[in-house]
């Protein structure tokens, strides 16, 4: 037997890269692709829709492997709702960065709706009826991310990486990126000594900021500050955030989310407010003004600049604290000095709460909680996890803010069950 074959045996089989095989395509599944079985192997499928007959190319897998990766290579029958690519980088084997693209909007948001029911049927036990809504701000799905990391290759030249690789694909334009953020020049400029360039076309200052990471000769590489705005209403409100912190990329998404939260939450006069995960003040800023003058609001957040900028955005509010710690550490700290709240608000990152920081919460005592998550499976465990702690599901909404990606943003009402 020669070392090749040993090696393979050992890893689990012989290689299935490359392989060709006609298949039925079936749902959706989280992740940005679709189920399809070849003789009893389990195939998972990107650029592809539900329905259709397709050629798949297996691009990751081994003989008894419990699934393999695939792309769509040829449409053999295709699906009503298939439209042609608008990005030449949305194919097998270049950019991964859209799964989308070759579905109308329409189809898209049906998609993503089908996913976030199927997470909370088989997570959560729970049966939801959820649209996928739009979010304003975009140009029919393109044109809508404000900030873009691209990768640098050997040569010193920004592209993007392929689906599950760190190759990068070099690129003239990135169709979902903002023009700000193109006409920055980051794809026509060669950055020597560079891994990756991130660009941010924030509303502040009015040229996007271009932060090569690591930096030349070990200078910062924080990119500064830039201001954001979002509003609520008639409400507006300028926030300072860390060029490479945490911000809502969709530029309708951070005044989308602000404005169901607050009507979501109902805050009123007087209440006492636990934001979790809360950034640098987005909801914050807001339920300081909401709860005045008697009211109070309690922002948490790990990341320590963060809470430096949060404390600027919020310097005008007496009612506003900060705390500068992991959110599961500061619930336990509370909760060990009996403290309750009226009302909660968390927005998590990918991986979500967990259940200890979903128990925590629970223990003190809001009479509603909105719940923002940018992963519907996340979303899924931590609402099961509530249950056990006598937290109900109350209602549910979904937004396309990441549209020709299979990302959705969710948010989630819960509230203590009767009894």
């Known amino acids: ?13 012989e290689s299935l890269v490359g392989r060709e095989w006609t298949v039925e395509v079936g749902p959706v599944a989280h992740g940005g692709h679709c189920v399809a079985r070849h003789e009893g192997q389990v195939v998972f499928v990107r650029h592809t829709l539900p329905g259709e007959r397709v050629v798949a190319r297996v691009t990751e897998g081994r003989v008894g492997d419990s699934f393999v990766r695939a792309d769509a290579v040829e449409v053999l029958e295709a699906a009503p709702g298939r439209v042609p ?26 998609l993503k709706a089908a996913v976030v029911r199927e997470q909370f049927a088989r997570i959560a036990g729970l049966e939801v009826e959820v649209d996928v809504r739009p979010v304003p701000g975009d140009e029919d799905g393109l044109r809508w991310r404000t900030r873009v990391e691209f990768a640098v290759d050997q040569s010193g030249r920004a ?56 930096a030349p000769d070990g200078a910062s590489a924080g990119g500064g500050l830039v201001g954001e705005l979002a509003r609520d209403g008639d409400w507006e409100g300028e926030y300072v955030v860390a060029a490479r912190g945490f ?15 607050t009507a979501l939450l109902e805050a009123r006069p007087g209440d006492r407010v636990i934001d979790l995960y809360a950034g640098s003040g987005l909801f914050t800023m807001r339920l300081g003004e909401l ?10 957040e790990g990341d320590r600049v963060a809470v430096e900028n949060g404390n600027v955005n919020t ?35 990918r991986t979500g709460a967990g259940k200890d920081v979903m128990g925590l919460l629970a223990r003190m ?55």
């Not at 090696?7 to 089989?13: F, I, K, L, P, T």
């Not at 608008?86 to 070759?102: K, V």
């Not at 709860?291 to 948490?300: Q, R």
């Open 159 to 214: 592209g993007l990486r392929r689906h599950r690789s760190r190759d990068i694909v070099r690129v003239d334009d990135c169709l979902i990126a903002t023009r700000a953020v193109i006409d920055s020049g980051v794809l026509d400029t060669e950055w020597p000594d560079v891994e990756s360039v991130d660009v941010v076309d924030a509303a502040h200052p009015d040229e996007p900021v271009l932060v090569p990471l690591p």
């Open 365 to 419: 005592a809001p009479r509603r909680v909105v719940y923002v998550a940018c992963d519907p499976s996340a979303l899924a465990r931590d609402v099961k996890a509530a249950a056990t702690h006598g937290y109900g599901l109350v209602s549910l909404e979904a937004w396309d803010a990441f549209p020709m990606t299979h990302h959705v943003e969710c948010i989630a009402v819960l509230e203590p069950r009767e009894g």
């Open 315 to 349: 310097e005008h509010l007496d009612n506003v604290e900060w705390r500068a710690n992991r959110v599961d550490r500061e619930l336990r700290s509370l909760v060990g000095q009996d403290v309750t709240a009226d009302l909660a608000v968390l927005d998590p990152p």
């Open 247 to 261: 911000w809502q990329v969709h530029p309708g998404a951070a005044s989308t989310f602000l404005s169901r939260v």
């Open 1 to 13: 037997m020669s070392g090749r074959q040993t090696r393979e045996r050992a890893a689990g089989g």
């Open 291 to 300: 709860v005045a003058p008697d009211g109070f609001v309690l922002g948490v």
């Open 85 to 110: 690519a608008p990005c030449p980088y949305a194919a097998p084997g270049l950019c991964g960065g859209c799964d989308f693209q070759h579905a109308s909007l329409e189809t898209q948001r049906a």
